[in-house]
């Protein structure tokens, strides 16, 4: 599986950012997608999921409230994150993954080369 992110930038803090994540390869062995990030000195955080019908969603605590994760039905293999209300305590270099979701989202080894968000205040 090939992920390739894309609508990293900068922004002001309050602003709004939307990420793309395109995958194509062979899917059979996924059944979720997720967002990840790593800041600055940081430990790589997982921001948001989503399963392949978009049933089921989950969020860090951290932007619960003001991101929001999607897929595109149309194009069974499109996930967005919609970034709202933005912080300087968001800029990081966002990652997509592909992975499987039963009691938990378990990342696979499928990851785009990432995409920077940068937060100014």
């Known amino acids: 599986v090939q992920l390739v992110e894309s609508g990293g930038g900068l922004v002001q803090a309050g602003g709004s950012l939307r990420l793309s994540c395109a995958a194509s390869g062979s899917t059979l062995s996924i059944n979720a997608m997720g967002w990840y990030r790593r800041g600055p000195g940081t430990l790589r955080e997982l921001v948001a999921v989503i399963t392949s019908g978009g049933g089921t969603t989950n969020y860090a605590d951290s932007v619960k409230g003001r991101f929001t994760i999607s897929r595109d039905n149309a194009k069974m293999n499109s996930m967005y994150l919609q970034m709202n209300s933005v912080k300087p305590e968001d800029t990081a270099v966002y990652y997509c993954?592909?992975?499987?979701?039963?009691?938990?989202?378990?990342?696979?080894?499928?990851w785009g080369r990432g995409t920077q968000v940068t937060v100014s205040s």
């Open positions: 993954n592909a992975g499987r979701y039963s009691d938990r989202y378990y990342p696979l080894n499928f």
